[in-house]
């Protein structure tokens, strides 16, 4: 049995951020906060620090020279040890636009990895698979696999949830499919969420989808017809659709900190969910490499199409878009990490997993100095290590 106490200036709990103060962790689990010292335990001394929720990433490609196309268990728990380092306790591994049965054996993969883990492993959790893709159209296919884009398909994605032992929690598409709506509605009532973008839909073509049950948008802005004052498009209907959740690359290059603070005023912080959109590449050295069945170049902290004729993706780690999201005045730390953690857990259907600090718990967070520098993470009360 292990037993201690975090004593630190801040600590962001679901109701409210508390502080000064003490949060129990007993065996790997969070117990309760106190502001009253606890007798006769260990206590780890903070500072001023801030405690909060473990950073879950609901987009990323993969880490570290690993990707989801690899179809390898062990690569993406490497990649998982990787990302707990720089602060990402919990992750969606996220497909790319494909052949049918390569996302399944992707999916497969996935779910082994998961399943492979001893109760030890310090990487970060897999509470769900992110398929991205492939039920998109042409226009602003971005860096998915135009080989392989088609309508929407239930029986195909049955077939990728038999293979992934139930862990897909979020399928993307393109509304304007007609064959979309009754996509949206059949996942949703199997709890899957459905997520909007790589699309040229019009403002009623998505709000139908948003009608048939669709909650989240994938990276707005990115892939999508943007806002137009006599046709919304997707851009207007992430700001506006009620009840809805917007994914936002948070590296501000792929949305500039402008845009980033107009989609959080519009739809409120508590709905914009913080993410990576991170290719394999994420954590390595500039040069050429693989992604989603194309070649890429890594340059000048961005991923690239190999012709440098369009972003590929981003190899931002969750940390810094928190951190990024401070800097540019455009929400509070509070404000950040829960978007990083809570909103972002929430939006996928996995908040009962991971996402929030609550006794019974696993015991995953991240600790920031004031300036949302990222200090320490640990996964089961147990510190991971800093790169």
């Keep these: 049995m292990t037993k201690y106490a975090l004593h630190a200036s801040k600590f962001v709990l679901p109701s409210k951020v508390a502080g ?11 117990g ?33 020279n690993h990707a989801t196309t690899d179809k390898d268990a062990a690569g993406i728990n490497d990649a998982s040890l ?20 390569a996302i ?10 998961n399943a492979s ?40 994605f049955a077939s990728w949830q038999a293979k992934a032992h139930g862990l897909i929690k979020k399928s993307a598409l393109a509304p304007e499919y007609p064959e979309a709506p009754a996509y ?32 989240v948008f994938v990276h707005t802005y990115n892939g999508m017809r943007g806002l137009h004052h006599r046709e919304p498009g997707l851009v207007g209907a992430a700001m506006v659709a009620p009840d809805t959740y917007a994914e936002l690359i948070c590296d501000g290059r ?38 989603g069945g194309l070649p890429v170049v890594l340059k000048d902290g961005l991923c690239w199409l190999a012709d440098m004729s369009a972003i590929a993706g981003s190899v931002l780690t969750l940390a810094k878009g928190v951190k990024n999201m401070v800097d540019w005045n455009i929400v509070s730390p509070e404000q950040a990490i829960r978007m990083g953690s809570q909103v972002a857990a929430v939006s996928c259907n996995v908040g009962d997993v991971c996402g929030f600090i609550m006794p019974g718990r696993n015991a995953d967070f991240n600790v920031f100095d004031p300036d949302m520098t990222l200090y320490d993470t640990y996964i089961g009360g147990v510190s991971v290590g800093r790169e």
């Design 20 to 30: 000064p103060g003490y949060l129990l962790v007993e065996d790997g689990k969070f």
């Design 32 to 64: 309760f906060y106190s502001d009253v010292a606890p007798e006769g335990i260990d206590v780890i001394e903070l500072g001023n620090r801030w405690v909060g929720p473990g950073l879950v990433d609901t987009h990323i490609h993969g880490f570290h």
């Design 82 to 101: 990787a990302l707990a380092k720089l602060g990402t306790t919990a992750w969606l591994p996220t497909t790319f636009t494909d052949d049918v049965e």
């Design 104 to 113: 399944g054996d992707q999916c497969a993969s996935i779910y082994e990895a």
């Design 117 to 156: 883990r001893e109760d030890s492993f310090l990487g970060a959790r897999i509470p769900g698979i992110f398929l991205e893709g492939p039920f998109f159209t042409e226009k602003y296919k971005g860096a998915q696999n135009p080989k392989y884009l088609t309508a929407p398909s239930y029986d195909d």
């Design 184 to 215: 949206v509605a059949q996942l949703t009532a199997e709890g899957v969420v459905t997520a909007l973008g790589h699309s040229d839909a019009t403002f009623a073509q998505t709000m139908r989808c948003v009608e048939a049950g669709s909650t």
């Design 254 to 291: 792929h949305v500039v900190p402008g845009a980033c603070e107009a989609l959080v005023r519009a739809k409120g912080w508590d709905h914009v969910a913080l993410i990576t959109d991170c290719l394999a590449c994420g954590g390595m050295p500039e040069g050429n490499y693989m992604s």
